[in-house]
């Protein structure tokens, strides 16, 4: 199916890659619900806003039930909302980790059940995750235990949910970002961000924004953990 007709859920969708995600969607024509806890009304008919907490089982009950009754079906989920943080494993608080599960893994859950019933029944779907590739090459300088405790799940749960759903019709899909240039990291910091990546700069939100486009597009494509980190995750490199 043509990214043109495609209508699209994002989640964490306020403000930095969900933000840059619902643009570039919205660019392309489609229609798009979009969510997370902050977001606004939008001026755009073709974008409708939910806001909601991503661990909570009715906000993605809200959500496709919102898309639903706008434009009658979801061809894409997106699942952006996360959080991180960097610290030391033993300075993590019970807090911190309630948070880290419920919007990383609780949220990916809620809202991918939803959209994989509908999609089923639809006969197609795509959906798409992000990641982050400290799961895949975690890094001294950026002590994020938690961020590949619950990302790396995100990471197997996209391989396992692509067989399970590939004769559905149902594409599932993942984009492994390394540092962006987001409202999380202040501008005196992107230089030594930076110098952790192989190509010596962080990543731009359209560097993610443009790796969710390919992947939606891609139809023969699934089960694909897709690595946007400026070389992070292939190895190591000399500072």
Same mark, same amino acid.
């Given at each position: 199916?043509?990214?043109?007709? +495609?209508? *699209?859920?994002?989640?964490?969708?306020?403000?930095?890659?969900?933000?840059?995600?619902?643009?570039?969607?919205?660019?392309?024509?489609?229609?798009?619900?979009?969510?997370?806890?902050?977001? +606004?009304?939008?001026?755009?008919?073709? *974008?409708?806003?939910?806001?909601?907490?991503?661990?909570?089982?009715?906000?993605?009950?809200?959500?496709? +039930?919102?898309?639903?009754?706008?434009?009658?079906?979801?061809?894409?989920?997106?699942?952006?909302? $996360?959080?991180? @943080?960097? %610290? !030391?494993?033993?300075?993590?608080?019970?807090?911190?980790?309630?948070?880290?599960?419920?919007?990383?893994?609780?949220?990916?859950?809620?809202?991918?059940?939803?959209?994989?019933?509908? @999609?089923? +029944?639809?006969?197609?779907?795509?959906?798409?995750?992000?990641?982050?590739?400290? *799961?895949?090459?975690?890094?001294?300088?950026? !002590?994020?235990?938690?961020?590949?405790?619950?990302?790396?799940?995100?990471?197997?749960?996209?391989?396992?949910?692509?067989?399970?759903?590939? %004769?559905? $019709?149902?594409?599932?899909?993942?984009?492994?970002?390394?540092?962006? %240039?987001?409202?999380?990291?202040?501008?005196?910091?992107?230089?030594?961000?930076?110098?952790?990546?192989?190509?010596?700069? @962080?990543?731009?939100?359209?560097?993610?924004?443009?790796?969710?486009?390919?992947?939606?597009?891609?139809?023969?494509?699934?089960?694909?953990?897709?690595?946007?980190?400026?070389?992070?995750?292939?190895?190591?490199?000399?500072?």
């Amino acid at each position: 199916m043509s990214t043109q007709q +495609k209508v *699209v859920v994002v989640t964490g969708a306020s403000q930095g890659i969900g933000a840059g995600i619902v643009s570039a969607f919205r660019a392309r024509n489609c229609p798009v619900v979009a969510t997370s806890r902050s977001i +606004k009304p939008a001026a755009d008919a073709d *974008v409708v806003t939910v806001q909601g907490d991503i661990g909570a089982p009715d906000t993605a009950e809200k959500v496709f +039930k919102t898309a639903l009754d706008r434009f009658g079906r979801v061809d894409t989920l997106v699942n952006n909302a $996360g959080v991180f @943080m960097a %610290k !030391p494993f033993t300075a993590y608080s019970h807090d911190d980790y309630a948070l880290y599960l419920s919007t990383n893994v609780t949220g990916f859950f809620h809202m991918t059940q939803r959209a994989l019933e509908l @999609m089923s +029944k639809q006969g197609h779907g795509h959906v798409v995750s992000i990641t982050t590739s400290l *799961v895949d090459q975690p890094m001294s300088a950026v !002590p994020a235990a938690l961020a590949s405790l619950t990302k790396g799940a995100l990471s197997a749960a996209t391989r396992a949910l692509a067989i399970e759903y590939a %004769k559905a $019709g149902i594409r599932v899909n993942a984009v492994s970002p390394g540092i962006i %240039k987001t409202p999380m990291h202040p501008a005196e910091a992107h230089p030594a961000l930076g110098a952790l990546h192989p190509m010596g700069r @962080m990543g731009d939100v359209s560097d993610i924004v443009d790796a969710v486009v390919y992947l939606d597009g891609a139809g023969f494509v699934t089960g694909e953990v897709l690595h946007v980190d400026g070389g992070q995750a292939a190895g190591h490199h000399q500072l």
